[in-house]
């Protein structure tokens, strides 16, 4: 899929907006300042971003959710998430042991709610409900949590387009990367439903 490059801008400025709603939510219940530092675009083949997933090979925590023609995917450090928690759940630091089971649930729901504030963001410019499915989480490295995810939406067969995009919050030491991929549809769809310009992928 040959996408010019200011429809590529355009889908980078949407998704931009999407997660800037999703870090102030972030920033309400963590009570720390979560900024935006990449956000990257990919069409069709996602190499670069194999290449920069496979560098860490340390264990995260991968939380997915899909939709029609969609996939979403957030990842979390052991201490990022552990910042979190105490940030945002603070009752799993105060005296009590932790609770892997309950830690990773209450990830899972820190993640759904930075989900949902790109989603609504999408919905918003569709004027329509998007519906996407409950948490899947898993542990292991980035690569390995990446190719699980995204594996029944191959990047080439359905000329897919691949973002990641990467938050911190200095003041928690704590960071988490969003990654989605859309099928042409869907990003037609969001191009189309841009009030100012209207491009069309092919």
């Known amino acids: 899929m040959n996408i010019a490059e200011p429809a590529q801008t355009q889908l980078l400025g949407i998704f931009e907006t999407g997660v800037k709603r999703s870090t102030e939510r972030l920033t309400a219940l963590s009570k720390m300042p979560w900024d935006i530092h990449i956000i990257s675009l990919e069409v069709g083949s996602d190499e670069v971003f194999r290449s920069i997933l496979a560098r860490d090979a340390r264990e995260y925590l991968g939380v997915s959710f899909s939709a029609p ?3 979403y995917l957030v990842m979390f450090s052991h201490e990022s998430g552990r910042a979190l928690l105490d940030a945002s759940a603070p009752a799993f630091s105060r005296g009590r042991p932790p609770i892997p089971s309950m830690e990773q649930s209450t990830l899972a729901e820190i993640a759904n709610i930075l989900i949902g504030g790109l989603e609504g963001e999408l919905a918003d410019r569709q004027g329509m409900v998007r519906i996407i ?14 190719d699980q995810v995204f594996c029944e939406l191959p990047p080439m067969s359905q000329m897919m387009v691949n973002v990641m995009i990467h938050i911190s919050s200095p003041e928690l030491a704590a960071d988490c990367t969003l990654m989605l991929r859309l099928d042409s549809l869907n990003a037609n769809f969001l191009l189309n439903s841009d009030p100012d310009v209207r491009p069309v992928l092919p």
């Open 69 to 71: 023609g969609e996939r």
């Open 133 to 146: 499915s409950g948490p899947t989480t898993m542990w292991s490295t980035k690569a390995a949590i990446y």
